[in-house]
């Protein structure tokens, strides 16, 4: 489907039915938010993030490709270049509504976000900039702070193409949209996932980001896997992970009463 959203341009989101589907039933919602974020989601199988997992477990599974994507001409990638948190969020808050608005079948009460590496980073500013729309979160190697960040990346030509250079030549281009900033304002549950070897995202964004909401008193979980990367790539560490996400989801987005 598709809907007006930042700057009044079309962006395109995809949705997949539960398994075993039936007309009339309200389902949970997992809002899934890519990578990248100069990604997209595509017609591809792959067991990291795959919505039909979420669609066997129940779920509505719905996935924005928010300015930033890729596929929809380099403008439209390029156009969040020193907007992280404004473009997208602004496509993620109105994709998510119009999706609730397009498919009845959506209990928009019961919604979970999840994201992994910038999707990660974008559950920390949901934390703290949409605190009220979700039952709970999932952060996967996220960065908590984006100055930080930078020094501990063995990527460092993306942060400063993405925030204008380094850190100590342009400061507001990492304080424009950090998500340490906003830590006062969380509430909503998260479960952070994070790997000893990633090296993109260091495992102590991860830490970090536990570490606030157990300060916080926000019920949370920290599930460490010291033989990952960036990714979750041996098989029982998938399944591991599969596991614990879809028990973290269900225990928070289950019917009232139950």
Same mark, same amino acid.
């Given at each position: 489907?598709?809907?007006?959203?930042? &700057?009044?341009?079309?962006?395109?989101?995809?949705?997949?039915?539960?398994?075993?589907?039936?007309?009339?039933?309200?389902?949970?919602?997992?809002?899934?938010?890519?990578?990248?974020? $100069?990604?997209?989601?595509?017609?591809?199988?792959?067991?990291?993030?795959?919505?039909?997992?979420?669609?066997?477990?129940?779920?509505?599974?719905?996935?924005?490709?928010?300015?930033?994507?890729?596929?929809?001409?380099?403008?439209?990638?390029?156009?969040?270049?020193?907007?992280?948190?404004?473009?997208?969020?602004?496509?993620? $808050?109105?994709?998510?509504?119009?999706?609730?608005?397009?498919?009845?079948?959506?209990?928009?009460?019961?919604?979970?976000?999840?994201?992994?590496?910038?999707?990660?980073?974008?559950?920390?500013?949901?934390?703290?900039?949409?605190?009220? &729309?979700? &039952?709970c979160l999932v952060n996967h190697d996220g960065n908590l702070d984006e100055r930080f960040a930078y020094f501990d990346?063995?990527?460092?030509?993306?942060?400063?193409?993405?925030?204008?250079?380094?850190?100590?030549?342009?400061?507001?281009?990492?304080?424009?949209?950090?998500?340490?900033?906003?830590?006062?304002?969380?509430?909503?549950?998260?479960?952070?996932?994070?790997?000893?070897?990633?090296?993109?995202?260091?495992?102590? $964004?991860?830490?970090?980001?536990?570490?606030?909401?157990? &300060?916080?008193?926000?019920?949370?979980?920290?599930?460490?896997?010291?033989?990952?990367?960036?990714?979750?790539?041996?098989?029982?560490?998938?399944?591991?992970?599969?596991? $614990?996400?879809?028990?973290?989801?269900?225990?928070w987005t289950a019917p009232k009463g139950r």
């Amino acid at each position: 489907f598709s809907f007006k959203g930042a &700057r009044g341009e079309p962006v395109y989101a995809h949705v997949v039915k539960p398994a075993g589907f039936e007309p009339g039933k309200k389902y949970p919602l997992a809002f899934l938010i890519h990578g990248g974020p $100069q990604s997209t989601f595509s017609n591809r199988w792959s067991y990291r993030w795959n919505p039909q997992v979420y669609a066997g477990h129940g779920y509505v599974a719905v996935m924005v490709d928010f300015h930033g994507s890729t596929g929809y001409g380099q403008a439209f990638t390029d156009s969040i270049r020193g907007d992280w948190g404004g473009k997208p969020f602004e496509d993620l $808050q109105k994709g998510l509504a119009a999706a609730v608005a397009k498919y009845n079948f959506i209990d928009d009460t019961r919604v979970a976000a999840l994201g992994a590496s910038y999707g990660g980073f974008m559950i920390n500013w949901i934390a703290g900039n949409w605190p009220d &729309r979700f &039952r709970c979160l999932v952060n996967h190697d996220g960065n908590l702070d984006e100055r930080f960040a930078y020094f501990d990346t063995e990527e460092l030509w993306f942060p400063e193409w993405e925030h204008g250079g380094p850190p100590w030549e342009n400061p507001a281009g990492y304080t424009k949209h950090n998500p340490i900033d906003h830590v006062k304002k969380w509430k909503t549950p998260m479960l952070v996932i994070h790997g000893g070897k990633d090296y993109r995202v260091v495992d102590t $964004q991860g830490i970090a980001t536990f570490t606030a909401l157990q &300060r916080r008193g926000i019920p949370s979980r920290f599930l460490y896997f010291p033989d990952e990367n960036h990714w979750v790539l041996k098989v029982q560490n998938s399944v591991q992970w599969h596991d $614990q996400v879809l028990s973290w989801i269900d225990q928070w987005t289950a019917p009232k009463g139950r």
